[in-house]
């Protein structure tokens, strides 16, 4: 039987910069393999090959996409063997800290023509400037939609019935944990579930939480404690010994927008825009926060105004992104020219650790 494939985000562009979860997967992961190459459509190849190897012989594999190409694969992580396969030259640089041990490297820097890159040279250095631009302009954008966005959030805070807030989260712990203490330690894991992309807002919640038996969809305005219900039901989970994923997506990379508990078959997630969902399925519930928030013609007024600002700027990030996600394609484009493919089949086997 063949194993199965979730996809998730591998980095997002937030309004606090380029963040991702790599750290965290490489700590717990029982083998790293660094792969260390310029920009090339090349590594998402491979590894999108080497994820089907171990798919046909059973394994269960996360894909990790690309923001600016989310067709392209950027790391995939081997479930069951624990194992992680990561570009770490681009988008982020990573290096590893433990080699002879449980990291590997597999440098790509030798398998180009140096006569094709010289000739090629103007014109990469051209798109990588104007990607570098592009990039810069993008990540400006989404830092000013943070702040207009968390002048948003101030307003609904302010109108929330709090208690009634509380009285939720102990009444969900009750629900889904009763008494139960499972005799053993959680497993935390951490994922980005979507990102601001070339085509806009995208997001994988539907494909990672299609297993779960129950999904509770929070709809809820911004500020009004979407986040903090879900980690206040991860910590509880991790106190009884449950395993849990957390993930997040959107503006802030230090909010949660899913947690899902595997032996529950339970999950939560943040269900209203950029990544709005409704009831789908049998097993799918409205939890409800925004009859919590106080009616305010004041409050409504403002937010207005707000929401209006805040769509300009993230419609501004996104123009932004497009223009650097083209910018990135060439120059991937130019580098994938001048590859020597003997040299990169030959350095493609040493890919999978037999």
């Known amino acids: 039987m063949y194993g199965t494939i979730t996809k998730y985000m591998g980095t997002a562009y937030t309004g606090l910069g380029i963040a991702h979860k790599y750290e965290a997967l490489i700590a717990s992961a029982t083998e790293t393999v660094f792969l260390k190459c310029p920009p090339t459509t090349a590594l998402s190849t491979l590894l999108n090959d080497t994820a089907m190897h171990y798919i046909k012989r059973g394994y269960d594999v996360d894909k990790l996409m690309s923001p600016t190409q989310p067709d392209e694969t950027d790391a995939i992580f081997v479930k069951e063997l624990n194992r992680l396969y990561l570009q770490a030259s681009h988008p982020v640089a990573l290096e590893p800290t433990n080699l002879g041990g449980h990291h590997r490297v597999i440098s790509f820097y030798d398998i180009y023509d140096e006569h094709k890159l010289q000739a090629q040279n103007k014109d990469i250095t051209a798109y990588l400037s104007t990607a570098e631009e592009a990039l810069e302009k993008t990540l400006q954008s989404l830092a000013e939609a943070k702040k207009i966005h968390d002048e948003w959030e101030e307003i609904n805070i302010e109108r929330m019935i709090w208690q009634i807030h509380e009285e939720l989260i102990d009444s969900l712990k009750e629900e889904l944990f009763s008494t139960i203490v499972l005799n053993k330690q959680s497993e935390v894991s ?100 925004i009859e919590m928030c106080a009616d305010s013609e004041e409050a409504e007024r403002l937010i207005e105004a707000i929401e209006k600002v805040y769509r300009e700027k993230i419609l501004d990030a996104t123009g932004y992104m497009q223009a650097y996600a083209q910018a990135e394609k060439q120059v991937k484009i130019l580098m994938d020219g001048a590859i020597k493919e003997a040299v990169f089949e030959e350095k493609s086997k040493k890919l999978i650790n037999k």
Not at 190 to 205: C, F
Not at 207 to 217: D, E, H, P
Not at 247 to 276: I, M, N, Q, R, Y
């Open 190 to 289: 951490h994922r980005l579930v979507g990102s601001l992309t070339s085509g806009g807002a995208v997001d994988y919640i539907s494909t990672i939480t299609n297993r779960m038996g129950r999904r509770l969809l929070i709809k809820g305005l911004a500020g009004t404690g979407k986040s903090t219900i879900m980690r206040a039901l991860g910590k509880e989970a991790e106190c009884r010994g449950f395993d849990v994923l957390y993930g997040w997506c959107g503006l802030d990379p230090t909010g949660v927008d899913l947690v899902l508990f595997p032996e529950l078959s339970v999950c939560l997630f943040d269900a209203t825009k950029p990544h709005e969902y409704g009831i789908e399925r049998e097993g799918d519930e409205i939890v409800d926060l």
